[in-house]
């Protein structure tokens, strides 16, 4: 057993692996792993193991670590974690072959761990060769000859087994898991309940997909694409907040139907999310079994967070009546707060006696008095953040301005409300729109004249920013390109790297698309459509026919007679063609060994090297040793000596 192979393999996997929890455990606890599997590296190279009393001592301060550096708040991360950390331990530990063995059942396990956090494309290519590798090193274990041909011989059983993989994915009727850990907490959906005009800028660092939207043939979204996901009715000086009798609401039935007339259709692809609240445009609904349409037209998720979801929606612009309670809790506002901008809103309010007139002045305010939109809001302290905003800085993002607007509204007696969401998104040649995280938006919705209408400042303040994503605002391209985190999003202004981009994402979507969100719905569209009417019973019994079938040829396939092949069969065949060149004609009645003295007899010089040969023969023939890559190496070598002699 070649141990400092295995040890290097093994300890590779599991860096690679601890590489995908980056952005999930805290860096310095991945140092701690990537320390312990490079300490196996160095002690698999010189066939040393730790002694028993360093390593509980070593464990014991590694465990310390986890629970200080991971915490106990997220179940999922401190599994993963002291997986990842014992797994390592016992790599520490391993001697024998079964030890070993007991590792890459380990490995596999961790493996699978990945995808509790990531289930792209990338991560399942990249997580899918680290399986064949652990595979091959397991059949390494078992049969020493060669770990390249261990390799090999792993990707063709993977290879083999992905047709009936996609078999079963497609035709196996899916069922609920019998248990499951409680979902991570995935962040790729940074929105929170509360709306703080900071945490809102705070997205723009990301270029994280938070969802996809195909638009349907003869069903056109009009722009601007408000998306919305999060009401946030209640006001404490500073923040915006959803109030307990807003949460109550969500429970009600909704509020009114929107028939098919009235309303476009459309599919949204919502990636994994720490929030249950999904995205829609307007006041909208949704008839997919995991997805709960609330009172004030919102959507939210029933499901697991932490996997891919794929609902149908129909939105419209609804036109809804608000009772006198309803009017009240919109205009709700803490006293004694932001007194320069309550005069200013009251003043605005005395000029103009209706509605659509204040809504008018306060767009004209934000136009007139150079109010700029920026990612790097100046910060602001202390109480009174909107009117340091209003009349000192002046300078924000899109929460600033919507904390601002909704305060003026309700100063005015007009019900207002800050919601919070997405806005645009870029659109794909797969003909997909991609909302990112730095496309959250916080805006605000205003009702007169008997409906809701959006108040966004964003209108007049940076106009561009309502016809697409804010990846494409000329006017901030440079400080959004700084302000992004390290990604191919942040290079896209090199035309090679934006085209490298844009193929990814429209792989990623088709894998989304094909596979991650492949439900029971899916599956049941698929037997209609294959089976019509049929589908009852016609889908069951190609199921078991089929497998019945794979079984059977499996069956066959391993009792079917095998032909023995020695080693060396082709090498000695190839010094036999050399010595039919140099005139010399073997005997067919004798033995290799034989063959070979007649060789040396007549070309002397060649002793040295045919004696080696004949060492290796004597080696993996008699004496039963393993024909491994290194005699075979040694072997081509000595042939390609052989045609160079004289």
Same mark, same amino acid.
């Given at each position: ?79 993963? $974690?002291?997986?990842? /950390? %014992?797994? +390592?331990?016992? !790599? ?8 070993? *063995? @007991? ?95 900071? $945490?809102?800028?705070? /997205? %723009?660092? +990301?270029?994280? !997909? ?8 003869? *069903? @056109? ?426």
């Amino acid at each position: 057993m070649n141990t400092p192979l295995i040890n290097t393999v093994l300890s590779l996997l599991f860096i690679v692996t601890s590489g995908f929890l980056f952005t999930e455990v805290a860096t310095p606890f991945l140092a701690i792993l990537a320390g312990l599997s490079f300490l196996n590296l160095f002690l698999g190279k010189f066939y040393k193991k730790l002694n028993g009393l360093v390593a509980n001592i070593l464990a014991a301060v590694c465990l310390v670590a986890l629970f200080v550096l991971v915490g106990v708040g997220d179940t999922v991360k401190l599994f993963v $974690s002291m997986m990842l /950390l %014992a797994s +390592s331990f016992k !790599l520490l530990q391993a001697k024998t072959v079964k030890q070993y *063995q @007991t590792v890459c059942l380990l490995v596999f396990f961790n493996l699978s761990t990945v995808y509790l956090f990531q289930q792209g494309l990338f991560e399942t290519l990249v997580v899918s060769v680290l399986y064949i590798v652990n595979f091959a090193v397991l059949g390494y274990l078992t049969s020493p000859q060669s770990f390249k041909a261990a390799n090999k011989q792993s990707f063709k059983t993977i290879l083999l087994a992905l047709p009936i993989a996609a078999f079963l994915i497609l035709f196996l009727p899916k069922i609920p898991a019998f248990w499951q850990l409680p979902g991570p907490k995935l962040a790729k959906t940074g929105l929170s309940e509360q709306v703080n005009p900071f $945490s809102i800028a705070k /997205l %723009a660092e +990301s270029d994280d !997909l938070v969802f996809r939207v195909e638009q349907q043939p003869g *069903q @056109t979204l009009q722009a601007p694409y408000y998306w919305r996901s999060l009401i946030h009715d209640e006001f404490n000086g500073s923040e915006w907040l959803i109030s307990d009798i807003l949460k109550s609401q969500q429970y009600n039935p909704i509020r009114r139907t929107i028939t098919q007339s009235n309303g476009v259709n459309y599919q949204v692809i919502a990636e994994p999310s720490s929030s249950n609240w999904l995205f829609a445009v307007g006041f909208a609904q949704s008839d997919n079994s995991d997805v709960r349409s609330t009172y004030n037209g919102l959507l939210k998720r029933k499901g697991n967070l932490n996997k891919n979801i794929k609902y149908a929606v129909t939105s419209s612009q609804a036109s809804l009546s608000l009772n006198e309670f309803e009017k009240r809790l919109y205009t709700r506002l803490p006293k004694a707060t932001n007194p320069q901008t309550t005069a200013l809103a009251k003043e605005l309010a005395a000029e103009h006696k209706n509605a659509q007139g204040y809504f008018n002045s306060l767009l004209d305010y934000f136009n007139q008095q150079q109010f700029a939109y920026t990612l790097t809001p100046t910060p602001m302290y202390g109480d009174n953040t909107l009117d340091q905003f209003v009349f000192d800085t002046k300078r924000g993002f899109c929460g600033h301005y919507a904390s601002t607007a909704a305060f003026m509204f309700r100063v005015a007696g007009y019900p207002a409300r800050v919601v919070s969401g997405y806005l645009g998104g870029e659109q794909t040649k797969a003909a997909t729109l991609n909302i990112y995280q730095y496309d959250a938006h916080a805006w605000v919705e205003v009702f007169f004249d008997e409906k809701w209408h959006i108040f966004d400042a964003t209108a007049v303040v940076a106009p561009e920013r309502l016809s697409g994503s804010l990846s494409q605002l000329g006017d901030l391209n440079e400080s959004f390109n700084d302000n992004l985190n390290f990604g191919l999003k942040r290079w896209s202004h090199f035309k090679a790297i934006n085209w490298l981009r844009i193929h990814l994402e429209e792989l990623d979507y088709k894998w989304t698309n094909w596979v991650l969100t492949f439900d029971q719905e899916s599956q049941q569209s698929l037997f209609d459509s294959l089976f019509g009417n049929k589908s009852a019973w016609l889908t069951p019994l190609i199921v078991l026919g089929t497998l019945l079938l794979s079984f059977t040829g499996y069956f066959l396939y391993n009792k079917r007679p095998i032909r023995s092949r020695e080693p060396l069969v082709d090498d000695i065949t190839k010094l036999y063609l050399w010595a039919k060149k140099q005139g010399i004609e073997p005997v067919d009645t004798n033995t290799p060994l034989q063959n070979i003295a007649l060789i040396k007899q007549q070309k002397p010089r060649t002793e040295a090297y045919l004696s080696e040969f004949e060492q290796i023969i004597i080696e993996v023939r008699y004496q039963q040793q393993s024909y491994n890559q290194n005699r075979k190496n040694r072997v081509r070598v000595l042939l390609n000596s052989l045609k160079t002699a004289k």
